[in-house]
Structure formats: C-alpha cells, structure tokens
C-alpha cells in the first residue's frame, strides 16, 4: 500500500479537483508499481516563496522495486498531473516527483473505534 504526498501551491488548490486527480494518481501508483491495496494520499497546501507555483509529488513504496519501475511511475505521474492541471486551466507549474523506498523501520497500525458499533 503506497503512501502519495502531494505538497502544492494554494493557488493550485483553489482550481483543481482534489478528488479525481487522487482517484487517477491511486490507480496509476498501484498499477504501475504493483502495489495491492489502496494508496494512503495526502494533499497538503504550501506557501511557495522565489517563484511560481510548485506542486510536488513523493510516492512512498515498500522496498524491492526496480530504478525502472521507480523512473516509469515518476514518468506517469507527471503526466497525469499536467493533464489534470490543464484540464483546471493551470498552466505555469514547476512540477516534481520522487518515487522512493520506505525506510525499513516502517510499520502500518490499523485502530479501529469501537464507537458506534451495535452492541446485542
């Protein structure tokens, strides 16, 4: 289950569909990765100083993936955001990506609430 954490400008957030770049960006990271599972995403505005707007993209990915498989998804990646972008009428946007590995020490909890469960 990859991790996706896209840093972008406020200006970008304001025009562009959150949610069907997420629902592309998920199904292009799996497919191209050969991941399982849902993709954990976060879109997170940042204030951008020196420049125009910036959107970045890191894709966090369990260990054993080839510098190909890495480079093909960085590749896609970038294109399905520029056509997203275009598509929300953004045109000048310094775009990144970084496909990278998650560091062994990493573990995944899931907690489930008990709230609201029926009780018999």
Do not use: F
Request: proline share 4%.
């Amino acid at each position: 289950m990859p991790h996706v954490h896209i840093t972008v400008s406020p200006r970008i957030t304001d025009v562009l569909d959150h949610s069907d770049l997420v629902t592309a960006l998920n199904a292009l990271v799996v497919d191209r990765s050969g991941s399982s599972g849902v993709s954990k995403t976060s879109v997170i505005p940042v204030e951008t100083y020196g420049g125009g707007m910036v959107m970045h993209v890191e894709v966090a990915l369990m260990h054993g993936r080839s510098p190909a498989v890495k480079a093909h998804l960085s590749e896609g990646v970038l294109e399905l955001i520029a056509t997203h972008l275009s598509k929300a009428g953004v045109e000048a946007v310094d775009l990144s990506v970084v496909v990278r590995d998650l560091p062994s020490s990493y573990r995944l909890s899931q907690i489930r609430s008990r709230a609201g469960a029926a009780q018999t």
